[in-house]
């Protein structure tokens, strides 16, 4: 397996200091895979203490050292060094309550979560893997299963239930059965999760390739329900679950539409709100309400250049196009003839007021609040500038045409007086 460099520095540094140290969790998986490693973990026999003395040159990053991590980052690549443990509950932080150090490999494999992530590799010695739990087995078989019983190690911390769905939908891979069942059974159990960590699997979770089945695993074991609570239980159709996948793996815009299917009456300021509440920054919980809103407005208005072009200039041109292949995905889903002669309408309409580079947006606009002023308007009523302004700009979307300085003040100057 081919290793950078810098991962090879630490383990021979680690070696020379007299210790063990292993390549441990996803990337182990991800390279037995195949796949891009996103961040290499390695696991070690040495204390924390010794591991930040070991790379005084590199300025250890220690945040992490009270559950016996310290990162370094060479040449941009950060590398987490972690001594070998085992631990007790997660209760509702991030990291477990209490970590206990130890020595043996096999035990620090075992406190893993799934069988696939628990394989540990030395590329320096002569036969390298340790696999105790039969990870290279699974991997072949394209299965999650959780390293011993499901239901212990699933009570233990609830998370793991989405970590599991969330894999699945990562790798294109199958859930064991009694794992599955254990899910379906615990799925309660998630309620005492940190949001946070909901979220960033949730996150994780809608932008995999697989999403289509990741949400058919939310809805048939119920974990669905405990992270967006609704009354009603109406849950996701499967036409619903595609649309999602098939539009642009962008976590606001798959945020949007899940919550727009998922909860078709609430107004998108409650939806800001319950993002907000789900521990999505505050951004991206306005940038999905935002989405929703311009998505119901290309269900509902007049597919009509000025709609086309004033939509553009609130939600912009990047989640424009990501809400045009969104209503291209739902036309295709409902099978809808009305909805795709639309789509078709709309998406000429956008392809040209891109092509002509109409002015759409304030920027665009050929006059400025200064030169209103200028002209005379609002010296007495100071808020015509702003009205003005507004003005000029909805004529402009109107007709792109009248995007003249002089047309445009010559216009205001019949209206307004000074
Ligand atoms: P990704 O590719 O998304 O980073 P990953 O498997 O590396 O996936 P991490 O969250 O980075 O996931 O965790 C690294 C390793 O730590 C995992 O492979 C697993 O061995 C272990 N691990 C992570 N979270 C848990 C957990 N909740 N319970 C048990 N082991 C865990
Ligand atoms: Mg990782």
Not at 179 to 200: C, G, N, S, Y
């Amino acid at each position: 397996m081919d290793l950078p460099e810098q991962v090879i520095f630490v383990i021979e540094r680690i070696h020379a200091a007299g210790g063990q140290a292993w390549l441990v969790g996803g990337s182990v998986r991800d390279m037995l895979l195949g796949r891009p490693v996103q961040d290499y973990d390695i696991a070690t026999t040495l204390r924390p203490d010794s591991i930040e003395g070991l790379f005084p040159d590199l300025r250890p990053y220690t945040a992490g050292k009270r559950f016996g991590t310290v990162s370094v980052l060479i040449n941009g690549t950060t590398i987490e060094i972690t001594t070998l443990r085992g631990e007790d509950s997660y209760t509702d932080s991030r990291h477990p309550d209490r970590v206990y150090f130890i020595s043996d490999i096999e035990s620090d494999l075992a406190r893993r979560d799934f069988t696939i992530n628990a394989i540990a590799y030395d590329p320096l010695a002569q036969y390298g893997i340790v696999d105790p739990f039969m990870g290279r087995h699974d991997l072949a078989a394209r299965v999650i299963r959780t390293v011993g019983d499901p239901r212990e190690r699933l009570e233990e911390d609830p998370l793991r239930m989405l970590r599991a769905i969330r894999l699945a939908a990562q790798l294109g891979f199958d859930i064991d059965k009694c794992t599955w069942q254990a899910i379906k059974r615990l799925h309660p159990l998630l309620d005492k999760v940190a949001f946070e960590r909901i979220r960033d699997e949730l996150s994780k979770l809608l932008l995999s390739p697989c999403l289509a089945a990741g949400f058919d695993h939310l809805t048939s074991t119920g974990a669905i329900n405990m992270i967006f609570p609704r009354p009603g239980r109406a849950d996701l159709s499967p036409g619903q679950a595609g649309i999602i996948s098939g539009i642009d793996p962008v976590l606001t815009v798959r945020l949007a539409a899940l919550c727009f299917y998922l909860y078709p009456g609430k107004s998108d300021i409650e939806i800001m709100d319950m993002l907000k509440s789900l521990r999505f920054s505050r951004a991206e919980a306005k940038d999905a309400a935002s989405l929703i809103r311009g998505f119901k407005a290309l269900l509902t208005y007049d597919p009509e250049p000025y709609n086309i072009r004033k939509l553009l200039s609130i939600i912009g041109q990047k989640d424009m196009s990501s809400l045009i292949v969104w209503y291209a995905e739902a036309a295709r889903a409902h099978n809808s003839r009305r909805m795709s002669d639309r789509y078709s309408k709309i998406r000429q309409m956008y392809e040209e007021i891109l092509q002509n580079r109409d002015p759409v947006s304030l920027k665009d606009l050929a006059i400025t609040g200064r030169d209103i002023i200028n002209a005379g308007i609002g010296k007495h009523k100071p808020e015509e500038v702003g009205e003005a302004l507004r003005t000029a700009h909805d004529w402009v979307l109107h007709n792109p045409k009248l995007n003249s300085r002089d047309k445009l003040l010559e216009e205001l100057l019949r209206i307004y007086s000074h």
